[in-house]
């Protein structure tokens, strides 16, 4: 699991030149885990995957280095997930997923894309959804939140003020950029305790790139241009982030 972090570590000891940055992407579920499936029966974790490798693809010609915490059909707990990220000290994790609506109606006519940064509390009863659908498939073997206190781990991790902020910073970034580069519709920046970003070091953030729950938008998001599209979306997002920050340094 923490391979690519090892080699990374070793290549740099060895003097190789630095990267521009380390950025961990997240392609949700896998494996048993299948995430929320199309209308016509594609599954989330499948095109989290393909849409996380574009990105990935991207972001090393940007000169980046890129960790997958997943590359094939696998399940990975949700705790190594930003565990990934930590050990190889990334500069930011990104959770790629696609959302779905609970009932045939909210189906037909939902569309568009959200990116969420971490609170404790949800924005609203959509987003306190769509955390509780992505939080479902936590592992057997991923550490279980203290019952009187399930919203613990999120608390602690949400007094790294400055990383909350370049989560911040990093969800309106990439959102802008997806929304202005897909033309879909404009759901907005929100936040709520999503379990795989409660345990990042560094600005984290998850985007529900389109509603797979809708059969249009499935089939758009399965076509390999508007992955693309998405995928350098994506990409330039984190690049503009990657340049405030730098500006915000000197
Ligand atoms: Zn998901």
Avoid: C, W
Wanted: charged share 25%; no cysteine.
């Amino acid at each position: 699991m923490l391979a690519p972090a090892a080699a990374l570590l070793l290549a740099l000891a060895a003097g190789a030149a630095p990267p521009a940055f380390v950025a961990v992407i997240d392609p949700g579920h896998g494996g048993v885990q299948e995430g929320a499936i199309s209308p016509r029966g594609v599954r989330e974790s499948d095109l989290a995957l393909e849409i996380a490798r574009r990105v990935a693809a991207r972001l090393r010609k940007m000169g980046a280095k890129v960790i997958l915490t997943r590359t094939g059909d696998i399940a990975v707990p949700m705790a190594n997930r930003a565990a990934i990220a930590n050990a190889i000290r990334a500069d930011l994790f990104v959770s790629i997923h696609l959302n779905s609506m609970p009932t045939v109606e909210a189906r037909r006519v939902t569309t568009g894309v959200e990116t969420y940064f971490l609170s404790a509390d949800a924005t609203d009863t959509h987003a306190s959804a769509v955390a509780a659908r992505e939080n479902a498939d936590r592992l057997a073997g991923d550490p279980e939140p203290d019952p009187n206190d399930p919203v613990g781990a999120i608390l602690s991790s949400l007094e790294d003020a400055a990383s909350l902020e370049g989560s911040s910073r990093l969800a309106y970034a990439v959102h802008d950029r997806l929304v202005s580069s897909t033309g879909a519709l404009d759901r907005g920046v929100k936040q709520a305790p999503f379990y795989v970003l409660a345990g990042a070091r560094m600005p984290a953030v998850l985007v529900e790139v389109g509603f797979i729950s809708n059969e249009g938008e499935a089939e758009r998001l399965r076509a390999k241009d508007y992955q693309e599209k998405v995928a350098a979306a994506l990409a330039d997002g984190i690049a503009v982030f990657r340049k405030e920050t730098r500006a915000a340094r000197r």
